[in-house]
């Protein structure tokens, strides 16, 4: 496999398990009101707020990593991003209060706001324009299957093991991930 290649995969992998998050919490809406001591979840917008908030954060975001794209190394900022990103992600399975919970929800936006712009452009360094459609298209599948994975995993888990563990294991490849790209590409 050529670097470009084993660089293109890193980056499906990381989108993979970098959108795998973005639906953690709709399968155990109710686990993790009842753990947060919330006896309606709709009042507490658990269900709304965060998402949104989350979503918000990271459009900013991606609007000002997309501006730093060319002023900051790619793959330096592609593996802080991811970071960033999953460190929350892994501490919302160990939020003590649904304030922390919502603070470590809504940083995990950083991630996948600030992969968006950085994983076109590290795709349009590596591949010219007959190629890049094809190559765009499967990290978006990556990121789609991620997102699946992530709910179906979350529903699976919640209720024999709870809703924190999902958090928790869909967070740790990332950071192997992240580690392995700064260190290859």
Known sequence: MNKRSFATLQIGLISFFMFSDQNLMGPNLT???EDFGMT???DQYLGGLIPLVFWLLGGTVTLFIGYCTDLIN???LFALIVFIG???????GFADTYTQFFIMRTLTGIGI???IPLTYSLLGDFFGANERIKVVT????ASGCGIAFGQ???GMVGD???WRLPFILLALPNFILGILFFLTV
Not at 86 to 92: G, K, M, Q
Not at 138 to 141: A, C, D, K, R
């Open 31 to 33: 686990l993790i009101a």
């Open 40 to 42: 309606d979840v709709k």
């Open 74 to 76: 790619r793959k330096n």
């Open 86 to 92: 999953e460190i929350p992600c892994f501490l919302s």
């Open 113 to 115: 706001g600030g992969i």
């Open 138 to 141: 499967l990290i978006g599948l």
């Open 152 to 154: 179906l995993t979350a």
């Open 160 to 162: 024999s093991l709870g």
